[in-house]
């Protein structure tokens, strides 16, 4: 079963000894069945929050206001027990790290028939069946055999392997990956965005792609949310966003991609200026201090999210129609 | 693995005889003739003498060493100078007792202990926590003889409801069971606050690991991360925490047995060092390093029975 994913107004502020920490703010993104989205911005920015908040596994101090609807229900009104439900059937994610993803004392195989837990209509055998067809299509030779081995014995493009596997086991409507190939050297990041392309052709579910690698994104998906300081600040179809990108920091965010240069430079270019406090956000747009082309309102007044195109929209004074 | 067992076993067998060398080094330096200690000041040279001779003890000390493996080795640890009875007889029958008595303290800290630190975590922040921290530190800070001696005046002398002294009767189950709760409740007590602070500390580290949260991404039920995902990795520094408690869990038993006149290792013990007994203190001391060394070994083995990365490195 698959649905429609939108968060509307979605904030997320945690609770420290220190004062709120606001995480992400106001948060508008929908997400259909098919369909790739990929959430892109620099370390800091929220992206991981925001996967955490649609998979509802935010820790004990995270507090969350807004909405986000999947299947027309709200699964940030849900109690923990419907939401524990709902995770690794409706809703699997594939994490970080692939080398700390699995229980180090256990089998793959034992795991990933626990993993079907939601499954009470198959038997064990039949676990154990799936998930040797389904590693043998994420293309780990010898399943059979892997399926005995516990994870330290796996290479990290293989747990990653084994990772999107576990996943997919679920059938899940909405496939979250948060930085997916991060962990894994170029050889093994390419061949894991590979095994995804040809995974998103059999999937009609929805799949988040959350990165920090403009490539990652570029290659794999339809649509895309950029993120700063916990906001989204541009949303569009990855053409519109790669070529005629909108928002200051969208734009000078693509000036910095090392992959855009074919030429060795001696300085490499950066956005001057930091990440403004999560604690204290800037009462206007958060990327004013930063920016090049900011004016008057910007550094008091929050801009609205100007829409552009039918689904390209950025929130900043100067991004016109 | 094979190689790593038959390594620790060596090593296990080289302890056994630094233990020994050092028992003998202790009783040649203790001042004073054990025979005139034995016998009284009143005895006749020719009877000091005599039991000089039948303890061994006017032959070198390297050499009463190599004699005693010697002997060990066919099973005879010697005999005891005032009985004539032979030392293996007399371990052989106070053992069970303190085994029984060891173990069941040791079951029991367990069974009540692990459960505890995984419910501390599973409710952790709630007052339950605070409940179980509190009383924890408090079981631990209490001596078991404090336990032994204020037990024994409610159950035993006011209510009546255990015996006060004694193993129980030979071949009725429930009598010895009776005899048994207190003395292992004394002993238990501060280990079920042991475990549970242990298991809780090594829980809460493997639940912020990022496999847990895997787990918790595909909807498992809490009780099953904690009882199969965590408490696997959580255990172990508990089952190496209870092997080597489990020498100061025998020797505890040692005046627990005092304090409830129970019959066992300890009671032998106490009574030879008294006596100078030196061939019963030998035999005792070699059988209970034995016991401490196996369950030592055993705890290192089940480690790695349980983590398959420990185990990869003994077969590598």
């Known amino acids: 079963m698959s649905g429609t994913l939108a968060a509307s107004g979605l904030s997320v502020r945690y609770e420290t000894p220190h004062g709120s920490v606001h995480a992400l703010r106001h948060v508008d993104i929908e997400a259909h069945p098919g369909e790739v989205i990929g959430i892109v911005g620099e370390s800091g920015c929220g992206k991981s929050t925001l996967v955490t908040a649609l998979a509802n596994l935010l820790p004990a101090n995270a507090r969350i206001d807004g909405a986000i609807r999947y299947n027309g229900v709200d699964l940030a009104k849900l109690d923990a027990h419907r939401q524990r439900l709902l995770r690794g059937d409706e809703i699997a994610l594939v994490g970080q790290d692939p080398m700390t993803a699995f229980n180090p004392v256990l089998t793959i195989g034992d795991q990933l028939v626990d993993f079907q837990h939601h499954r009470k209509d198959l038997s064990r055998t039949l676990k154990r069946a799936r998930i040797a067809a389904m590693l043998a299509r994420v293309g780990i030779a010898d399943a059979e055999r892997r399926m005995r081995s516990y994870p330290h014995e796996l290479s990290g493009g293989m747990r990653q392997?084994?990772?999107?596997?576990?996943?997919?086991?679920?059938?899940?409507?909405?496939?979250?990956?948060?930085?997916?190939?991060?962990?894994?050297?170029?050889?093994?990041?390419?061949?894991?965005?590979?095994?995804?392309?040809?995974?998103?052709?059999?999937?009609?579910?929805?799949?988040?792609?959350?990165?920090?690698?403009?490539?990652?994104?570029?290659?794999?998906?339809?649509?895309?949310?950029?993120?700063?300081?916990?906001?989204?600040?541009?949303?569009?179809?990855?053409?519109?966003?790669?070529?005629?990108?909108?928002?200051?920091?969208?734009?000078?965010?693509?000036?910095?991609?090392?992959?855009?240069?074919?030429?060795?430079?001696?300085?490499?270019?950066?956005?001057?200026?930091?990440?403004?406090?999560?604690?204290?956000?800037?009462?206007?747009?958060v990327y004013a201090p930063r920016c090049g082309k900011a004016f008057a309102p910007c550094k008091t007044i929050a801009p609205p999210l100007v829409k552009l195109t039918a689904c390209h929209a950025a929130r900043c004074y100067v991004a016109t129609p | 693995m094979l190689a790593y067992a038959v390594k620790r076993i060596g090593l296990g067998l080289l302890i056994l005889v630094l233990v020994m060398v050092a028992m003998y080094a202790a009783v040649f330096l203790v001042p004073g003739d054990p025979a005139t200690v034995a016998l009284g000041p009143r005895a006749t040279p020719e009877l000091k003498r005599l039991l000089i001779e039948r303890m061994g003890l006017d032959q070198p000390v390297w050499w009463q060493i190599v004699e005693f493996f010697r002997n060990a080795l066919t099973g005879n640890l010697g005999y005891d100078v005032w009985s004539n009875r032979p030392v293996s007889t007399l371990v052989l029958e106070a053992l069970p007792n303190t085994l029984v008595l060891g173990l069941t303290a040791l079951a029991v800290a367990l069974l009540i202990g692990v459960p505890l630190g995984c419910l501390s975590v599973m409710r952790r922040g709630t007052a339950a926590d605070a409940a179980i921290g509190v009383l924890s530190v408090g079981v631990i800070a209490v001596p078991s003889f404090v336990v032994a001696i204020y037990s024994l005046l409610l159950f035993a002398v006011?209510?009546?409801?255990?015996?006060?002294?004694?193993?129980?009767?030979?071949?009725?189950?429930?009598?010895?069971?009776?005899?048994?709760?207190?003395?292992?409740?004394?002993?238990?007590?501060?280990?079920?606050g042991y475990i549970a602070r242990m298991v809780r500390a090594s829980m809460m580290e493997v639940m912020g690991e990022p496999h847990i949260r895997t787990a918790r991404s595909f909807g498992l039920p809490e009780w099953k991360i904690v009882s199969k995902y965590a408490l696997r990795i959580a255990i172990i520094p508990t089952i190496s925490l209870v092997a080597v408690g489990l020498?100061?869990?025998?020797?505890?038993?040692?005046?627990?047995?005092?304090?409830?006149?129970?019959?066992?290792?300890?009671?032998?013990?106490?009574?030879?060092?008294?006596?100078?007994?030196?061939?019963?203190?030998m035999g005792t001391v070699l059988v209970m390093t034995a016991i401490y060394v196996s369950i030592t070994i055993a705890a290192d083995l089940l480690i790695a029975r349980l983590d398959p990365r420990v185990r990869d490195v003994f077969r590598g």
């Open chain 1, 161 to 285: 392997r084994v990772a999107i596997a576990a996943a997919l086991l679920t059938d899940p409507g909405l496939l979250i990956a948060d930085e997916p190939t991060t962990a894994l050297d170029v050889t093994m990041e390419a061949q894991i965005i590979h095994l995804l392309r040809e995974l998103r052709r059999e999937y009609n579910g929805i799949v988040i792609v959350v990165s920090h690698h403009l490539g990652v994104i570029a290659e794999l998906c339809d649509r895309v949310y950029v993120m700063y300081a916990g906001e989204v600040v541009e949303g569009g179809e990855v053409d519109a966003i790669f070529h005629d990108p909108r928002h200051p920091y969208t734009q000078a965010l693509l000036a910095c991609d090392p992959a855009r240069f074919h030429d060795r430079l001696d300085r490499l270019p950066t956005i001057p200026g930091s990440l403004p406090s999560l604690i204290q956000p800037p009462p206007g747009c």
């Open chain 2, 247 to 281: 020498g100061s869990i025998l020797s505890s038993a040692v005046f627990v047995e005092a304090v409830f006149a129970r019959p066992g290792i300890g009671k032998l013990i106490t009574d030879a060092v008294s006596t100078r007994n030196y061939p019963v203190v």
């Open chain 2, 158 to 192: 006011t209510l009546r409801w255990l015996p006060a002294i004694g193993a129980g009767e030979a071949g009725d189950f429930l009598s010895q069971a009776r005899a048994l709760v207190m003395p292992a409740a004394a002993i238990a007590l501060g280990w079920i």
